[in-house]
């Protein structure tokens, strides 16, 4: 893998941890009645992950191709399931880990499947070039 693509992979994740807090202000907004202030607040940040996460988004679309950021998009998942615990105390269950790590697999099975293909492809193109 190059340098500059590990560089967005990693950008990638930081952006999908962003997008990931946006379930915490959703949930926090709705244990406060509709347009009160704190729910106003909630929502507002809400407003502005989502913002930031479509400026970002396209951003490493232009890096990674789009298969690739789009099953790492699945890590909320696993976001989700820390958040739950540390925030709201909820219990990670073994049903809870067995699914998350059912993502893990799945988001590496259908990257290593696209690069493999890709890499076919770019090749062949290559020596029919030639």
């Known amino acids: 893998m190059k340098k500059d693509t590990i560089k967005w992979f990693a950008i990638l994740h930081v952006i999908i941890l962003i997008f990931s807090v946006n ?3 959703s949930k926090m907004a709705s244990g406060y009645e ?3 202030f704190k729910w106003i607040i909630f ?3 809400v407003v502005c992950i989502l913002g930031f996460y479509a400026i970002a ?3 490493v679309l232009k890096h990674l191709p789009l298969i690739t950021t789009y099953a790492n998009k699945a890590a909320t998942t696993i ?4 958040w739950g615990a540390l925030i709201f105390g909820e219990q990670i269950t073994i049903q809870k880990v067995i699914g998350a790590i ?3 697999i799945g988001v590496y099975l259908v990257v290593s499947g696209d690069e493999e293909v890709n890499g076919k492809a770019g090749k062949e193109e290559v020596s029919a070039n030639e």
């Open 23 to 25: 379930s915490i202000c």
């Open 43 to 45: 929502y507002g940040l």
């Open 57 to 59: 988004w396209q951003q």
């Open 34 to 36: 509709f347009l009160s």
């Open 79 to 82: 976001w989700g399931l820390i």
């Open 102 to 104: 059912v993502v893990i």
